[in-house]
């Protein structure tokens, strides 16, 4: 089993930036950011390998930057340009397997974390 754990987050101002941070218990190649914003399902937004190959939903690209440092077990979430509509639960999602490249696909996550809100406020 893999622990997954999201920090960061929290409230920001529209057009402002927040980042979260992402830890797993042990090494993971594969990881992606999720979020579900409220009576809405659970999107993709970004995904990233560890060779530093990454992915982004539309609605994010060019505004978020996602980053892994494999050293650390760690995952990255750089969020700029912030929009009401960026408002949601996000999660860190880990792959407990080889998936061949970056990913946005739910399925392919084994091991999920919590979950942190970030409200951004027009």
């Known amino acids: 089993q893999v622990q997954v754990m999201e920090s960061g987050g929290g409230s920001a101002q529209a057009g402002g930036s927040l980042r979260l941070s992402c830890t797993t218990s042990?090494?993971?190649?594969?990881m992606s950011w999720f979020r579900q914003a409220p009576g809405k399902g659970r999107e993709e937004v970004a995904g990233a390998d560890h060779m530093g190959r990454t992915g982004y939903a539309a609605s994010v690209k060019g505004r978020f930057t996602i980053s892994k440092d494999n050293a650390k077990y760690s995952l990255y979430l750089e969020m700029n340009s912030l929009k009401p509509e960026d408002s949601a639960v996000y999660y860190c999602?880990?792959?407990?397997?080889?998936?061949?490249?970056?990913?946005?696909?739910?399925?392919?996550?084994?091991?999920w974390g919590q979950g942190i809100q970030v409200t951004v406020s027009s």
């Open positions: 042990r090494y993971i190649t594969y």
């Open positions: 999602a880990a792959a407990a397997r080889n998936l061949g490249g970056v990913s946005l696909r739910q399925e392919d996550y084994a091991y």
